[in-house]
């Protein structure tokens, strides 16, 4: 069985193709590379469930073939749960993690590091072409700390300490994020699904 992964990050693609040789081996995955270009699908809902459906109906629409997306992003408690799903776009439409990452910090200058509890969620969705959908959800509860350290990863890692932990998400391994995050844990769900 052929599975397209709506995206164009080969590091997502890797990561989901170990999980699912463990857990669904007889799924061939393959992302956005591996299949006609089609227009990216703009992000338009207010959850990660609906932008990750989205992105998922779309690559059935376009390919045929069963899809999964993903949409993650940060939620802290002391913004209300935001960025949220606009995490990529918080500072504007550039996607800049620098200025990103500048602005949370700035938002959050006077809360102080007891109240800085945030975490990264991130919802899987697969779409198969008979119109069966299913989404699920994973975290990674932490939180927010005062000045970036690390160079690994992307987006806020370098301000995120998940919990239990004294690295921030740029300072770990990607085997080491990899097993507590988000999307790690999504996707292992998910592949338990298909």
Same mark, same amino acid.
């Given at each position: 069985? #052929?599975?397209?992964?709506?995206?164009? &990050?080969?590091? #997502? @693609?890797?990561?989901?193709?170990?999980?699912?040789?463990?857990? !669904?081996?007889? @799924?061939?995955?393959?992302?956005?590379?591996?299949?006609?270009?089609?227009?990216?699908?703009?992000?338009?809902?207010?959850?990660? !469930?609906?932008?990750?459906?989205? #992105?998922? /109906?779309? *690559?059935?629409?376009?390919?045929?073939?069963?899809?999964?997306?993903?949409?993650?992003?940060?939620?802290?408690?002391?913004?209300?749960?935001?960025?949220? @799903?606009?995490?990529? $776009?918080?500072? *504007?439409?550039?996607?800049?993690?620098?200025? &990103? &990452?500048?602005?949370?910090?700035?938002?959050?200058?006077?809360?102080?590091?007891?109240?800085? !509890?945030? $975490?990264?969620?991130?919802? !899987?969705?697969?779409?198969?072409?008979?119109? $069966?959908?299913?989404?699920?959800?994973?975290?990674?509860?932490?939180?927010?700390?005062?000045?970036?350290? *690390?160079?690994?990863?992307?987006?806020?890692?370098?301000?995120?300490?998940?919990?239990?932990?004294?690295?921030?998400?740029?300072?770990?391994?990607?085997?080491?994020?990899?097993?507590?995050?988000? /999307?790690?844990?999504?996707? /292992?769900?998910?592949?338990?699904?298909?």
């Amino acid at each position: 069985m #052929k599975v397209l992964l709506a995206t164009r &990050n080969a590091g #997502k @693609v890797d990561e989901l193709r170990e999980i699912l040789a463990a857990a !669904a081996p007889h @799924v061939e995955l393959v992302g956005l590379g591996a299949v006609d270009e089609y227009p990216d699908t703009p992000e338009t809902e207010l959850t990660f !469930a609906g932008n990750a459906l989205l #992105k998922a /109906r779309d *690559g059935v629409a376009h390919t045929g073939l069963a899809t999964i997306a993903d949409d993650s992003g940060l939620a802290v408690d002391a913004l209300n749960g935001m960025p949220g @799903v606009l995490s990529a $776009r918080w500072a *504007g439409t550039k996607k800049d993690d620098a200025a &990103n &990452n500048a602005l949370l910090l700035d938002q959050l200058t006077d809360v102080p590091d007891g109240l800085r !509890a945030a $975490r990264f969620v991130c919802a !899987a969705a697969i779409v198969w072409p008979d119109g $069966r959908e299913l989404v699920v959800h994973g975290e990674m509860p932490g939180r927010v700390i005062r000045e970036p350290r *690390g160079t690994g990863g992307f987006g806020y890692d370098s301000l995120f300490v998940p919990d239990g932990a004294e690295l921030t998400s740029a300072e770990m391994t990607a085997a080491q994020k990899n097993a507590i995050s988000h /999307r790690g844990k999504a996707f /292992r769900e998910l592949a338990t699904k298909i």
